[in-house]
């Protein structure tokens, strides 16, 4: 499984972005996919995620601004970004469950896609 993130950029504040995260391999359609963050210095945290149900949540920092979705049919997920925040600038993270190996799950991750909102 590969994930390609794409769609980041230097954006001012009230802006909107959107975010993509192409998926190979045969079973997209099975597995919840997620959308997280990294801002310098800090962890990497949950912003979205969506169900293979098409059921969503989101961080409550996100909540209202972010809308996450998916195409099966291309084997895409996205992530609309509007209203966006200083505080929102990080690398973000596409995200796939994995195999569990030993106890210990081992996901699928995104190359990154770099969020700037100026001021």
């Known amino acids: 499984v590969q994930l390609q993130a794409s769609g980041g950029g230097l954006v001012q504040a009230g802006g909107s972005l959107r975010l993509s995260c192409a998926a190979s391999g045969s079973d997209f359609s099975t597995h919840t996919m997620r959308w997280y963050r990294q801002a310098p210095g800090k962890e990497r945290d949950l912003v979205a995620a969506?169900?293979?149900?098409?059921?969503?949540n989101y961080a409550d920092s996100v909540k209202g601004r972010f809308t996450i979705s998916r195409d099966n049919a291309k084997k895409t997920v996205y992530l609309q970004m509007s209203d966006l925040k200083p505080e929102d600038t990080a690398v973000y993270y596409c995200n796939r469950d994995g195999p569990w190996i030993a106890g210990t799950r081992y996901d699928y991750w995104g190359q990154g896609t770099q969020v700037t909102v100026s001021s």
């Open positions: 969506i169900t293979s149900g098409g059921s969503t």
